[in-house]
Structure formats: C-alpha cells, structure tokens
C-alpha cells in the first residue's frame, strides 16, 4: 500500500502562500501523486496530481522533487475557504488510493 | 455534468441489521471506489470497482461487500450492522482509464448511524 507522511497540523497567515509537505519515499516510477482536501466532513475534492514535472492548475502548483520521494503543495494566497484536511497520496492504474491522516491547515486572518 | 450522487445522505438503522448504500457516478465514469471515514480511524478503503469487477479491496470483514452494474452504478451492502460501523461512507468515481491517471471525484456521503 502506498504509504505518505505529513505533518499533523499547519497554520497559514491569510493572502500569504501554504506550503504543504509530503514524503512519500517509496513511491516507484510509474506511481503518480495526488492532492485531494476536505473541508468539513464533504467528500474530499481533488486538487492537483503528477508524476514528474511540476503542475499547475487554478487551485494550487505542485512541486515534486527531482527523486520523486517528497513534493509541495502550494497554495499561492490562502484564504480562511482554504481552511482543511489536505491528504498527500500515490498511486498506479490498477492500486487502490490509501489516505493517510493528513494535514490540517488552519488559515489564521 | 452532474457529479457522483450517494444516496441516501443520511440512514439511522439499528445492530443487526442490513444496509444498502448506493452511489451513481460522473457519466462516462468507469471506476467506483467506497471509503469509510471515522473520527478515529480517518479514511479508510473498502473496495474499488471497474467495469463491473472488483479490482481491489480493503481489510474489511466479509459483512462488508459491493458490486458494480453495467451502467457503472455501484451499491455497497454492510449485513449484521454493528454500533462501530457508524461512520460517513464515501464512493468515489474516475475515468479509471489504464494509461492515463485521473484524479477521484467524491460524492458528499451517506452518514450512517447505528443504534
């Protein structure tokens, strides 16, 4: 299963830019990595995911390190609707999604 | 396009009884995967479906099962209903294509409770 580490808890000035972490070093090369968030008991909404280069989308800019074992989410200006559990994950075509904790980002006005 | 639809969103059902949870996918969606989430144990996985078999599945007991029906529609059945399978059950559905990853789309849940 795949397996990611993330810090429990983040808090994040609003307008200011959040910097999610996430280890994820025994991911393998065709395993792709995705953010999903959740904010209050939804269902987790997906936000971004890639494989190798960085991405970008009108959410968030994913950075994945050039091994691949750790990536950032960035956030570019955090507002209090950001405030949520953000889950780092991976996986392959044919794996199931494992979620771990993840981290909960308090956006503080 | 409409999103994944769960229903109900909400069930009250007491030990020792059945359940049925159904979930109607993004059109065009061919995979469909169930989560329960609690408090304590966070989100965990259940089973992933994709074109009507059962491609994976988690570490739940056997009182827990699914299925999947051509139109991609997926229902997942909890029997024998015990208080610690209260929690928020979540189905999640994607293209599910083989070269090309897409990310999950969620459904808002069913809460179910059991007393």
């Known amino acids: 299963d795949a397996k990611t580490t993330q810090p429990p808890s983040m808090d994040c000035a609003e307008g200011r830019a959040a910097n999610l972490p996430c280890n994820h070093s025994?991911?393998?090369?065709?395993?792709?990595v995705y953010w999903y968030r959740q904010i209050h008991s939804q269902g987790p909404q997906y936000i971004i995911h890639?494989?190798?280069n960085n991405e970008t989308n009108e959410m968030a800019s994913l950075i994945i390190t050039e091994d691949r074992k750790s990536s950032t989410l960035i956030l570019p200006h955090a507002t209090l609707r950001d405030t949520a559990v953000y889950y780092c994950?991976?996986?392959?075509?044919?794996?199931?999604?494992?979620f771990g904790p993840g981290t909960s980002l308090s956006v503080i006005p | 396009k409409a999103g994944v639809t769960q229903t109900p969103r909400y069930l009250i059902k007491t030990r020792g009884q059945q359940v049925t949870l159904s979930c109607s996918p993004i059109?065009?969606?061919?995979?469909v995967s169930w989560y329960q989430q609690t408090p304590g144990q966070g989100l965990q996985f259940l089973f992933e479906?994709?074109?009507?078999?059962?491609?994976n599945k988690g570490n739940f007991p056997g009182r827990f099962s699914g299925r999947q029906f051509s139109n991609s529609r997926s229902e997942m059945n909890v029997s024998t209903l015990e208080l610690g399978d209260s929690a928020l059950y979540l189905c999640?559905?994607?293209?599910?294509?083989?070269?090309?990853?897409?990310?999950?789309?969620f459904g808002s849940g069913t809460r179910l409770t059991v007393v």
């Open positions: 025994t991911i393998s090369g065709n395993e792709y």
């Open positions: 994950t991976y996986k392959t075509s044919y794996d199931k999604v494992i």
């Open positions: 479906y994709f074109s009507e078999t059962q491609r």
């Open positions: 890639g494989l190798k």
């Open positions: 999640a559905s994607s293209l599910g294509t083989i070269v090309i990853n897409y990310g999950y789309t």
């Open positions: 059109s065009g969606h061919r995979s």
